[in-house]
């Protein structure tokens, strides 16, 4: 049968008509009318086919347990900021969610509330410290508050391969009044990783790899929506320009620095219930 054109979309669309799952079908058909509709829209080429297949083959081929370049694919696209929104619908009071980012590791130790999650990690201490409370503003005692954070040149731990034991990476539990505090390094602006295809595709599009500095968050309690976010540094020259499209106003907060040489920073983190 010679398909072309429409005639050819509609019969792969109509080729997942017997998926025994409703969803997999809508998805799948829509991702093929789309993709279909985009090659048209551009008129792509053969040549552009196939190197758009290398690209896809060496981001997958650099991936590992301590890079997910898909992941940075999908930050810089801007479709992890999307999927984000789309997530994680609004709740007035709550905080807001943003990317997850490709530095996450599971199995991060515990400390107590107050401890040193540096572990010599270079930079300025930094004082981090609030509270998880609710959308009636009162504490939730036992969330778990997960955090990670790159150093002051601007590496983070699963970077760097000959490290002993996790920097700037740890959790730690709410006590009866909803307080986290813990002391790291003063986070400052770095540039995603640059050196794989996602970097040949920010320099092809004129664009830079620069993140403004933050702290990563990922907290979670019974009955409560997960929150992932960040806390952002006021000031920094780049909450305009960030490569991955995280910044939210409300996420925006203030260094403060002291006589000694330490910075510190407050910020309180509201979870909406899973009723609302």
């Not at 801007?78 to 996450?104: D, I, K, R």
Request: proline letters at 6%; charged letters at 20%; hydrophobic letters at 40%.
């Amino acid at each position: 049968m010679d398909l072309q054109g429409d005639e050819l979309t509609d019969a792969v669309v109509a080729s997942f008509d017997g998926s025994l799952e409703p969803r997999t079908k809508e998805v799948m058909s829509a991702l093929v009318r789309h993709l279909h509709a985009f090659a048209r829209e551009v008129h792509l080429t053969e040549d552009e086919y196939f190197l758009a297949i290398d690209f896809l083959t060496r981001t997958g081929q650099i991936s590992n347990d301590k890079r997910q370049e898909f992941v940075l694919l999908a930050d810089t696209l801007g479709l992890s900021m999307l999927t984000v929104g789309l997530g994680n619908p609004a709740s007035a009071g709550a905080t807001e969610s943003t990317v997850f980012g490709p530095f996450f590791v599971e199995g991060s130790p515990e400390v107590e509330i107050g401890g040193d999650i540096a572990n010599g990690a270079p930079g300025h201490p930094c004082l981090v410290s609030g509270r998880v409370l609710n959308l009636k503003g009162e504490p939730i005692e036992g969330a778990r508050v997960e955090t990670w954070e790159a150093d002051e040149d601007g590496f983070y731990d699963v970077q760097k391969s000959d490290l002993q034991g996790p920097q700037n990476r740890a959790h730690l539990i709410t006590d009866a009044e909803g307080n986290y505090a813990f002391w790291a390094v003063k986070p400052v602006a770095y540039p995603i990783p640059d050196d794989g295809p996602v970097g040949e595709m920010l320099h092809a599009g004129g664009r830079g790899p620069m993140r403004p500095a933050h702290i990563h968050f990922m907290v979670t309690a019974p009955g409560y929506h997960r929150l992932i976010t960040h806390v952002f540094e006021k000031g920094d020259p780049y909450l305009g320009n960030d490569a991955v499209f995280g910044v939210k106003d409300s996420l925006i907060a203030e260094f403060t620095e002291h006589p000694d040489g330490h910075y510190s920073v407050n910020y309180d983190l509201v979870l909406a219930e899973e009723s609302q």
